[in-house]
Each structure stands twice: as C-alpha cells, then as structure tokens.
C-alpha cells in the first residue's frame, strides 16, 4: 500500500517529461546560436580573384628546389599611414571638435576584416559626385565612416577605398582627400 505524500517525506518521483522539455530547449537555442553565426560569417566579403598570391622565400641553400616552382611577378608591398597628425577636425557648423593627431588604426583594420561599422553608409558604394578622386567606374570606391570622438553621429571623418588597393581619407565630409598608402619598392 502506498503512503500518502506528505510535505516531510522525500520529493515524489518526476516524470521524465519536463526534463525531455529542458533538453530540447536547450538544444534549440544553440541551433538558433549556429544559425545566427553562419549568417554572419556568410556576409564577409568572399576574396576576389585577382588578389595577392602568396609567396614562398626559400634559403639560399634550397635554390634547386626553387627551380621548380612557377616565376610570379611579385608587385611591391602596400604600406598604408595610420595616423595624421595635426588634425583639425570641424563639425558641420565650422566649429573645431577636435584637434590633434587622429589615429585611423582601428577603422583600417575593421576595413580589412570586411567588417560594417554601426552607421549606414559604412561600408557603402561611394559615388565620388565631387569627382575630387581620379574618375573610375560605378562601384569602384568604397567609404568607411572613422567616427570623430565626443562628437553624436557619423562625423566628417571618412576613409574610402578603391578596388585595386587605394586609401584616402576625408578629415572634413569629402572636401578634401589624403592619400593613405604608398607603394613601397
């Protein structure tokens, strides 16, 4: 015969319901965290053809083992500057917001991971409409928002990109432009 339950006497049995329950849930939301990271790592830019090829240096003592790999033409490495010193940078009305040397460091490298910043145009086709950049194709150029400290919103900053390697930057909303990389020989 069994003993009614009583509020002293050890919990009775569960069933293996909820437990099933928990375990799917759980199970759903890491497929949803999956899911999730596979689209993001699907809108990385994919590597265009074309790109750099890598080159292997042998040691002096291996040149009959270089004999044997293809001749490429190796173009000279890109240096690009990451600070500009002197800045002065201004806000729409003409009033300086900041003076001093603006380091554009994190911005390039977000640029080189493909990553989009938190603004819309980041990362967006830009038009050149001033045509202060050599004229190129539509969708040839590229610009990035570098974001202007203690200033609200995108700022003046911009850096822009072309598709065969060129960097500019924009301390003033694309009045002017400085070139960023240089070819090194």
Do not use: C
């Amino acid at each position: 015969m069994r003993k009614p339950h009583d509020r002293f006497s050890a919990r009775p049995p569960q069933s293996a319901m909820p437990r099933l329950v928990r375990l799917l849930m759980g199970l759903a939301v890491v497929l949803i965290a999956m899911y999730f990271a596979w689209q993001k790592a699907q809108q990385r830019p994919a590597p265009q053809p074309g790109g750099p090829v890598p080159v292997v240096v042998l040691p002096e003592n291996k040149k009959a083992r270089e004999e044997n790999l293809p001749h490429v033409r190796v173009e000279p490495e890109r240096v690009v500057r990451t600070q500009i010193r002197n800045a002065k940078i201004r806000n729409q009305d003409g009033r300086v917001v900041f003076e001093g040397t603006v380091d554009l460091r994190d911005t390039l490298d977000r640029i080189e991971r493909g990553q989009r910043g938190s603004h819309g145009n980041d990362g967006s086709v830009f038009q050149n409409r001033e045509k202060r950049l050599p004229v190129k194709p539509s969708g040839y150029y590229r610009e990035w928002v570098h974001q202007t400290p203690d200033l609200r919103g995108p700022g003046p900053q911009r850096i822009v990109t072309g598709e065969d390697g060129e960097t500019y930057y924009t301390p003033d909303h694309y009045q002017t432009f400085e070139r960023l990389d240089e070819r090194q020989k």
